[in-house]
């Protein structure tokens, strides 16, 4: 059997047809326009880690794992237990849906001591306590590792 090792090229140029303008009366609807992209930011964003000479290389973690037998914390504002991530100050703890009411509003605190609080993840998705100290693991290691990178990834773009 005889193989023609002749293929049959395209008549573009790296497989392109697409017209370079676009004909007047097409829509360009759907393409973003100039004032959607952000032009003040830093460049080469990095996730950051705290290392030593020698040592390992530790993320810096965006969300702070609040390791506890059983979380007592409750809501200043709605005084419900929170539910997933929320945050804190010292003492006291607001939930996602408080936190970002009133940062938007602001009518019952300063903007600046919103700015304090920190997000706090419970461990209760990580592992069981069952009234004692120790951990019964629910995720793997790994995976857990990977979602705190993405998170300190998105950080860096969303605050």
């Known amino acids: ?6 293929s049959t090229g395209n008549k573009e140029p790296f ?22 992209y952000e032009h ?8 950051e880690f705290a290392g030593s000479f020698g040592g390992k290389q530790k993320l810096k973690e965006t969300i702070s794992i609040k390791c506890v037998q059983n979380n007592e914390d409750v809501c200043d504002s709605c005084k419900r237990p929170p539910i997933g991530d929320y945050f804190t100050y010292k003492s006291r703890a607001l939930c996602r849906n408080c936190h970002s009411f009133h940062s938007a509003y602001g009518e019952k605190y300063p903007p600046s001591y919103l700015q304090a609080f920190s ?33 300190a990834y998105f950080h860096q773009y969303f605050h």
């Open 119 to 151: 997000k706090v993840r419970d461990c209760s998705e990580i592992h069981h306590h069952e009234g004692t100290t120790a951990k019964i693991k629910l995720r793997d290691p790994k995976l857990e590792r990977k979602q705190r990178y993405r998170e």
């Open 40 to 47: 003040d930011v830093k460049r080469f964003r990095r996730v």
């Open 1 to 6: 059997a005889v193989v023609s090792t002749q």
């Open 15 to 36: 497989n392109n047809s697409s017209l370079r303008f676009q004909p007047e009366g097409k829509s360009t609807v759907y393409q973003p326009a100039p004032g959607t």
